[in-house]
């Protein structure tokens, strides 16, 4: 059978299509082909699109997707994306979660336009947990209506990525579309690891020695010490169990936040790069290129490319034979 061909919306650094082509490596195991390749990638962020390029060789196309006409992208059999998640997102309280009434969570109804023009063979869509809640949860039940409407059997599921391998807890909802003619039963992965004893742990994947700016500043352990009793920050992760959820702003994390940060013989720092980049599962051989600011960005944005494998494999198990 020849190569599947994805198109890829919101591709961000890559984290969707690492997972999607398979064919890489992360702690010791080998995670197969998918039999897939991506002949299109869209993002508008520059910086995540320079770190894609130099991973897959592919310039994204970095228009608006809304600004992107059906026509203009290759065939291809299945579509995915990530769309922006930022209005759905639990955390995103400042403003108030606006769902589907804020511009940017508006961006799926693109998804949807480009499946009922081009009638792909199949798309996957990831989003935060928060999806499920946004809007007083009336959002979920569109967003699921319009992948239907476009003419696709849908299921959906809620993964962590800690059941497959990935040293990070992080929940996503993941929506999978088979078009409604080709008949598909699709089901979700198995889980790799049912129980909290067999996550992979932190410590797997932090380097034992970084340079002191990593390191936060006395001044600023001794501020954050102070206010601890009622605030609840410096969350420092144990290191025996999974990080918890890295985000996009790690660049600017603070120990006022809830962002995760080490604690290293006493002292506190933040992630480098790197490290973000293992936990979320990304191979050693991924390049990271750019700012470090922009590196943290596009990695906090990313799908762990572990967990995503296996959604790939299983669409591509139960992917009938090309027609």
């Given at each position: 059978?020849?190569?599947?061909?994805?198109?890829?919306?919101?591709?961000?650094?890559?984290?969707?299509?690492?997972?999607?082509?398979?064919?890489?490596?992360?702690?010791?195991?080998?995670?197969?082909?998918?039999?897939?390749?991506?002949?299109?990638?869209?993002?508008?962020?520059?910086?995540?699109?320079?770190?894609?390029?130099?991973n897959f060789g592919i310039t994204p196309d970095s228009r608006d997707i809304r600004e992107v006409k059906s026509d203009e992208i290759p065939e291809f059999d299945i579509l995915?994306?990530?769309?922006?998640?930022?209005?759905?997102?639990?955390v995103a309280q400042n403003p108030v979660r606006l769902g589907i009434k804020d511009e940017r969570g508006k961006l799926f109804f693109e998804m949807c336009r480009v499946l009922?023009?081009?009638?792909?063979?199949?798309?996957?869509?990831?989003?935060?947990?928060?999806l499920m809640t946004a809007n007083k949860r009336s959002a979920f039940p569109l967003i699921l209506k319009e992948f239907e409407d476009s003419g696709y059997d849908v299921k959906?599921?809620?993964?962590?990525?800690?059941?497959?391998?990935?040293?990070?807890?992080?929940?996503?909802?993941?929506?999978?579309?088979?078009?409604?003619?080709?008949?598909?039963?699709?089901?979700?992965?198995?889980?790799?690891?049912?129980?909290?004893?067999?996550?992979?742990?932190?410590?797997?994947?932090?380097?034992?020695?970084?340079?002191?700016?990593?390191?936060?500043?006395?001044?600023?352990?001794?501020?954050?010490?102070?206010?601890?009793?009622?605030?609840?920050?410096?969350?420092?992760?144990?290191?025996?169990?999974?990080?918890?959820?890295?985000?996009?702003?790690?660049?600017?994390?603070?120990?006022?936040?809830?962002?995760?940060?080490?604690?290293?013989?006493?002292?506190?720092?933040?992630?480098?790069?790197?490290?973000?980049?293992?936990?979320?599962?990304?191979?050693?051989?991924?390049?990271?290129?750019?700012?470090?600011?922009?590196?943290?960005?596009?990695?906090?944005?990313?799908?762990?490319?572990?967990?995503?494998?296996?959604?790939?494999?299983?669409?591509?198990?139960?992917?009938?034979?090309?027609?």
């Amino acid at each position: 059978m020849d190569k599947l061909r994805v198109a890829s919306f919101f591709c961000g650094c890559g984290g969707t299509d690492v997972g999607l082509l398979g064919g890489f490596e992360f702690q010791g195991k080998r995670y197969s082909s998918n039999n897939m390749e991506i002949v299109y990638a869209n993002d508008i962020d520059p910086n995540a699109c320079a770190i894609f390029e130099k991973n897959f060789g592919i310039t994204p196309d970095s228009r608006d997707i809304r600004e992107v006409k059906s026509d203009e992208i290759p065939e291809f059999d299945i579509l995915t994306g990530g769309f922006p998640c930022q209005s759905f997102s639990i955390v995103a309280q400042n403003p108030v979660r606006l769902g589907i009434k804020d511009e940017r969570g508006k961006l799926f109804f693109e998804m949807c336009r480009v499946l009922r023009e081009k009638q792909p063979k199949c798309f996957i869509a990831e989003n935060v947990k928060g999806l499920m809640t946004a809007n007083k949860r009336s959002a979920f039940p569109l967003i699921l209506k319009e992948f239907e409407d476009s003419g696709y059997d849908v299921k959906y599921s809620i993964l962590n990525s800690a059941n497959y391998g990935v040293p990070q807890k992080r929940e996503r909802v993941i929506i999978v579309g088979f078009r409604k003619d080709l008949k598909v039963d699709f089901t979700f992965p198995n889980l790799v690891f049912e129980n909290e004893e067999q996550f992979i742990p932190l410590s797997t994947v932090v380097e034992d020695e970084v340079p002191e700016k990593y390191f936060f500043s006395d001044r600023a352990v001794a501020g954050m010490m102070k206010n601890r009793d009622t605030m609840n920050k410096g969350r420092a992760q144990d290191i025996t169990k999974p990080c918890n959820t890295v985000g996009a702003h790690l660049a600017k994390v603070s120990l006022n936040s809830t962002d995760p940060v080490l604690m290293v013989n006493g002292r506190y720092r933040r992630f480098t790069p790197r490290e973000v980049a293992r936990i979320q599962s990304f191979p050693e051989t991924f390049e990271l290129v750019g700012s470090e600011s922009a590196q943290y960005r596009a990695l906090g944005n990313a799908i762990p490319p572990v967990m995503f494998w296996h959604v790939a494999d299983a669409v591509s198990e139960q992917f009938p034979i090309s027609k």
